[in-house]
C-alpha cells in the first residue's frame, strides 16, 4: 500500500508565494519520477512539473521562472515552491509518483488526494 499526501495549499495573495509539499510513504522500493499537477475547475488537469530520480526537472510554461520543484529521495518527499502567483494559478495540486513496490516488481502511478491553492486579493 502506497499513500502520497500534500500539504501547504491555501489562500494567497496575487503576487505571494506557497509551498507545497508530498509526502510518499507505504510499500515503496523505489521512485523514478515525481511531479506535481493541477486541475483547475471547467479544465483538465494539466502537469506543472515533474522531476526524475536523478533531479532532472521540466516545467509547464506558464510556470517557467516562477516554480521550482525538488525532491529529497531520501524521505521520499516532493515539494513546489510558487513565486509571483496569479489568479490563473488558482487550482487543485496533485502530488504524482511513478513507484515500484518491489525489486521484482514494476512501476504504477500514484496519486494524492489533491491540496487547494487559490490565488485572490
Known amino acids: 500500500q502506497v499513500q502520497l499526501v500534500e500539504s501547504g495549499g491555501g489562500l494567497v495573495q496575487p503576487g505571494g508565494s506557497l509551498k507545497l509539499s508530498c509526502a510518499a510513504s507505504?510499500?515503496?522500493?523505489?521512485?523514478?519520477?515525481m511531479a506535481w499537477y493541477r486541475q483547475a475547475p471547467g479544465k483538465q488537469r494539466e502537469l506543472v512539473a515533474d522531476?526524475?530520480?536523478?533531479?532532472?526537472?521540466n516545467y509547464e510554461d506558464s510556470v517557467k521562472g516562477r516554480f521550482t520543484i525538488s525532491r529529497d529521495n531520501a524521505s521520499n518527499m516532493v515539494y513546489l515552491q510558487m513565486h509571483s502567483l496569479k489568479p490563473e494559478d488558482t487550482a487543485v495540486y496533485y502530488c504524482?509518483?511513478?513507484?515500484?513496490?518491489?525489486?521484482?516488481?514494476?512501476?504504477?502511478?500514484?496519486w494524492g488526494q489533491g491540496t487547494q491553492v487559490t490565488v485572490s486579493s
Open positions: 504524482y509518483a511513478h513507484i515500484r513496490t518491489s525489486y521484482s516488481g514494476s512501476y504504477s502511478d500514484y
Open positions: 507505504g510499500s515503496i522500493f523505489s521512485i523514478y519520477a
Open positions: 522531476i526524475t530520480s536523478g533531479g532532472s526537472t
